[in-house]
């Protein structure tokens, strides 16, 4: 299938053991078929470690104590790539963290921002979001109808001839809701869900009773963050839409994440007086796995 990517996409390549937030810890990893059957015919000593390492009726990578995955090393490298190569890691860990939108006769493969090289790049890329469809590819009625009210919110996010602030509240009004949120609110109910860290736990718990006045929509150097956060999220979850009619729910997420990320790099800079880029990125990629990784969670924001 014909893939297209946005233009940031080729700036991307995973930084492995420079990364501290390792996407080998913490999460458990289905294998596909493909991989397993790569794993069975391994006939070495590695192949039966491998072999050790999976369980479950849905074969998964068995994590250790402290929650690693069994091949991390401990200078933060993948034992599976050194040993045999990247082509014998299963898809999940290969694809990471990359999604793909469908479409009739083409995907769209973007980045997801729970990586925090992903996250960096998609946060600080001066040029504005763009990706292009494939020439003379042909498309439904509906999916027509989808990109020009896609291109539409994003033009609209990226008139950079208004601040982030003014175009948070167009785009909230053209989908019949206010840019406005009881913080306290939104931190119940992301706290209702399904948790993976106890460090987002934290944030949002002194994050409940913190006077957030939205001014960092209006600050100069979270103009282009908030940009990019707003088409991100618009880019990865507003094509489900083209199923169920979901634009207003899915815009609407778009800007209440925006709004809590604000309001959690608000609180973070009237605690330390600034906020460093990789602090930002920090949050942002916390938001992420916590909002973007659980399809229970998912549903309950944009529909619940």
């Known amino acids: 299938m014909t893939e297209v990517f ?21 999460w458990e990893i289905d294998i596909d078929e493909s991989a397993m059957s ?11 470690k491998i072999r050790k390492n999976i369980e479950g009726d849905v074969p998964h990578f068995a994590l250790q104590k402290d929650e690693r995955c069994p091949f991390l090393n401990e200078k933060g490298l993948c034992d599976i790539i050194i040993e045999c190569g990247e082509g ?3 898809d999940i860990c290969a694809e990471h963290p990359r999604f793909r939108n469908f479409y009739s006769f083409f995907a769209e493969t973007g980045l997801g921002l729970c990586c925090e090289e992903a996250a960096r790049i998609i946060l600080f890329e001066e040029e504005r979001f763009s990706i292009a469809l494939p020439e003379n590819i042909e498309l ?19 008139n950079r001839e208004k601040s982030i602030a ?5 785009l909230a ?20 869900l399904e948790r993976l860290d106890d460090k987002w736990t934290e944030v949002l718990d002194k994050l409940k009773t913190f006077s957030f006045d939205g001014r960092i929509f209006e600050e100069n150097e979270f103009q282009i963050p908030f940009e ?68 229970d969670n998912l549903d309950e924001l944009i529909y619940g």
């Not at 009004?173 to 209702?192: A, M, R």
């Open 166 to 170: 003014e175009r948070f509240l167009e």
């Open 173 to 192: 009004v053209k989908f019949g809701f206010e840019f406005k949120f009881s913080l306290e609110d939104i931190c119940n109910e992301y706290l209702s």
């Open 228 to 295: 990019q956060l707003a088409v991100y999220f618009t880019f990865r979850h507003l094509s489900d839409a083209l199923w169920d009619d979901s634009y207003g729910e899915r815009v609407k997420f778009a800007l209440k994440s925006c709004y809590l990320i604000g309001a959690i790099w608000s609180q973070y800079k009237c605690e330390h007086g600034d906020i460093e880029p990789a602090t930002m990125v920090d949050f942002a990629r916390m938001y992420s796995a916590e909002a973007e990784y659980s399809e």
């Open 88 to 90: 014998y890691l299963c």
């Open 38 to 48: 790569k794993y069975r015919s391994l006939k070495t000593v590695f192949g039966d």
């Open 140 to 158: 439904s009625e509906d999916e027509k109808d989808f990109f020009i009210k896609r291109n539409d919110i994003f033009s609209l996010l990226q």
């Open 6 to 26: 946005p233009n940031y996409y080729n700036k991307f390549k995973c930084i492995a053991d420079k990364c501290a937030h390792s996407c080998c810890i913490g």
